[in-house]
Nanobody, 119 residues
Framework: QVHFMESGGASVEPGASLTLSCTVT????????LGWYRQAEGQARETIAA???????SYAASVEGRFSIVRDNAANTVFLKMNNLTEKDTARYFC????WGDGPVYASWGQGTYVTVSS
């Protein structure tokens, strides 16, 4: 069974940087597309970044230029490096397997990690 364990969320001020981590267990991430998603209070979950050798890298317009998705296959981990955070980035962040076009592969999500951006 595949599990996703997100971490690294925190409460920060606007303009700050954070790096989120997601370690995957139960399946190797080698050769698999990975993505980051977020869900703000009262809103639907949205795709914000996805990458894979066959699919390239894609970002939501709201985060492009500020966020970077990076993987470490040896650690079976994917990272989301976030710069210049704004209050609109406040949300719970999740990871899953899947390309930008196909969306998340697994219906079972991790608990996510919460990011609060506030002055």
């Amino acid at each position: 069974q595949v599990h996703f364990m997100e971490s690294g969320g925190a409460s920060v001020e606007p303009g700050a940087s954070l790096t989120l981590s997601c370690t995957v267990t139960g399946r190797s991430v080698r050769g698999v597309a990975l993505g980051w998603y977020r869900q703000a209070e009262g809103q639907a979950r949205e795709t914000i970044a996805a990458e894979g050798n066959l699919w390239g890298v894609s970002y939501a317009a709201s985060v492009e230029g500020r966020f970077s998705i990076v993987r470490d296959n040896a650690a079976n981990t994917v990272f989301l490096k976030m710069n210049n955070l704004t209050e609109k980035d406040t949300a719970r962040y999740f990871c899953n397997m899947g390309s930008w076009g196909d969306g998340p592969v697994y219906a079972s999500w991790g608990q996510g990690t919460y990011v609060t951006v506030s002055s």
